[in-house]
């Protein structure tokens, strides 16, 4: 039905319809599904990463590790206090997005959207629109459903997977599904949900893939917070009318091509970036004495 974004728009364009109209349409053609059991099928997926965004908000949530948690609960207290540099929306979204990626790291339940490394930022972009424009859930699944197909498109066309692309392959894949989608639950048009899509890409070019021990923990979870971050800018910017000089699909392929120039240091090998300081060298030791 489509495999890329320029197939998608033309779609969209014939059909008068929203890009999570096309991709519900093609799940149904896949599944043999009807629209209600498609739907619902998302309901769970929805529930998963409510769940998620909202767990560590209240509670510390610390990696079996011991590395990383915590910080989902400092930012919302933070927040709480009402005197942030960023906003209201922007730090609650950052609190959202730690908490799934905690909730992650001490192996609870998450959606990998698209992948598990990546999960707080699609959950907290999402629910952060909910509460911003009061939203219904029947307008989130759509929202899923715009996501599922920006990201079913990347998949195709390049790779979602830190280890052959980087983490411009997991964060900004997930920050331009977050972004796409909530620019349809606002009522923006498919042509803007895509721009926003390549603008959250686009804004993180090159982003390497380094967790320390090659564990997906640390840097991940900063980068789920600054992923969710990107992920509404890059909305803001496609709905205020700012124009993409180069087309999501290019944008995609040069995300790709640009993920397999990288050295293999730099892919989840934990053989560079941050993963190779001499303390992240220290954390791993200790880690793999400790599981001894
Ligand atoms: S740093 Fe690597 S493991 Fe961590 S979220 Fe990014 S791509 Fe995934």
Do not use: W
Not at 174 to 201: C, D, H, K, T, Y
């Amino acid at each position: 039905m489509f495999n890329t974004g320029s197939e998608l728009l033309k779609l969209c364009e014939e059909k008068n319809a929203k890009i999570y109209d096309m991709v519900i349409l093609k799940e149904m053609e896949a599944t043999g599904l009807s629209k209600e059991e498609v739907l619902d099928k998302m309901k769970g997926t929805l529930e998963v990463m409510q769940a998620s965004a909202t767990a560590g908000l209240n509670k510390e949530l610390i990696s079996n590790t011991g590395i990383t948690g915590g910080n989902s609960k400092r930012v919302e207290d933070y927040r709480k206090k009402g005197n942030t540099f960023a906003g209201e929306i922007v730090n609650s979204a950052m609190a959202m997005a730690l908490s799934t990626s905690e909730v992650n790291a001490s192996m609870g339940r998450i959606c990998a959207a698209p992948t598990a490394g990546a999960s707080g930022i699609l959950p907290s972009t999402i629910l952060s629109a909910k509460d911003k424009l009061n939203l219904s859930d029947d307008m989130l699944i759509n929202g899923l459903y715009t996501a599922a197909g920006v990201g079913q498109i990347v998949a195709r066309i390049a790779t979602i997977s830190g280890a052959e692309g980087g983490c411009q392959a997991e964060c900004g894949v997930a920050a331009a599904m977050g972004a796409a989608a909530i620019v349809e639950m606002s009522g923006g048009s498919p042509q803007q949900a895509l721009n926003a899509a390549g603008f959250a890409l686009a804004n993180i070019l090159g982003l390497v893939c380094d967790p320390i021990g090659g564990l997906v923990e640390f840097p991940c979870n900063l980068r789920n917070a600054s992923g969710v971050v990107n992920g509404l800018i890059s909305a803001d910017m496609a709905l205020a009318g700012v124009q993409a000089p180069i087309p999501f699909d290019e944008i995609v392929e040069a995300m790709y091509k640009v993920g397999i120039a990288l050295p293999e240091t730099l892919r989840e090998t934990a053989l560079g970036g941050l993963a190779a300081t001499p303390t992240a060298r220290e954390l791993t030791k200790h880690i793999i004495e400790q599981n001894k």
